[in-house]
């Protein structure tokens, strides 16, 4: 079966640092993606993790750790408009996507 | 270029009902993904076309049919409608030739079902 956990909600402050934390058990992996969305708006791309390590770009970060299925979105430099849900979803399929999506972790920054 | 288009963006439908979502690739895009999004939840993955055929399927009834056109684009067809059906419904767009680059959403059908 696939299972992705991510916190439900967090708070942070304008200008801080906040790291989301995923777990994930799938029956198999080829690819972790970050998205945001925006309330009543389509998810847009934020990274795609294959191998391990950080992948930096601009303000966002993402991390993955494939022996501990594990991986994190790290926001920098905070603004009132990252204010969205911030959504997990792995890649379990070789060759063509097969994408499972966790609850998403809804963020707040606040002022 | 435009990006993932779907129609309608709303729709009400009561118990029993059927109801057509359509959705238009991203320009280059050849494979459409459809999933469903509960309010406070991910989306939850419906199933997948390519080649005008289904190659996937997650954990839906058969109430949940689809189609692809040779123009890449598709429909999401449900039939005999239930409360639970209410959702977000999103359609994203690949390239089969880069099978793990991001899928691009639409805007997503907002569906009520009374």
């Known amino acids: 079966g696939q299972n992705i956990d991510q916190p439900t909600e967090m708070t942070a402050t304008e200008g801080a640092i906040v790291q989301i934390n995923c777990t994930y058990q799938?029956?198999?992996?080829?690819?972790l993606f970050w998205y945001q969305q925006h309330a009543g708006e389509a998810p847009t791309f934020l990274s795609y993790?294959?191998?391990?390590g950080l992948e930096e770009k601009g303000r966002f970060s993402s991390f993955l750790s494939r022996s501990k299925g594990y991986s994190y979105l790290l926001l920098k430099e905070l603004q009132m408009k990252d204010s969205a849900s911030y959504l997990c979803?792995?890649?379990?399929?070789?060759?063509?996507?097969?994408?499972?999506f966790g609850t998403g972790t809804k963020l707040q920054v606040i002022p | 270029d435009a990006g993932v288009t779907q129609s309608p963006t709303h729709l009400i439908k009561t118990r029993g009902q059927q109801v057509t979502l359509r959705c238009s690739p991203k320009?280059?895009?050849?494979?459409v993904s459809w999933y469903q999004q509960a309010l406070g939840q991910g989306p939850q993955f419906i199933f997948q076309?390519?080649?005008?055929?289904?190659?996937q399927r997650g954990n839906f009834p058969d109430r949940f049919s689809g189609h692809q056109f040779p123009n890449y684009s598709s429909e999401l067809n449900v039939n005999a409608l239930l409360l639970g059906d209410s959702a977000l419904y999103l359609c994203?767009?690949?390239?089969?030739?880069?099978?793990?680059?991001?899928?691009?959403f639409g805007p997503g059908t907002r569906l009520t079902v009374l």
């Open positions: 799938t029956s198999g992996f080829n690819g």
């Open positions: 979803a792995v890649n379990s399929r070789r060759g063509y996507q097969k994408v499972t």
């Open positions: 320009s280059g895009h050849d494979t």
């Open positions: 076309y390519y080649e005008e055929e289904e190659r």
């Open positions: 994203a767009s690949s390239f089969s030739g880069r099978p793990n680059n991001e899928q691009f």
């Open positions: 993790n294959v191998l391990d």
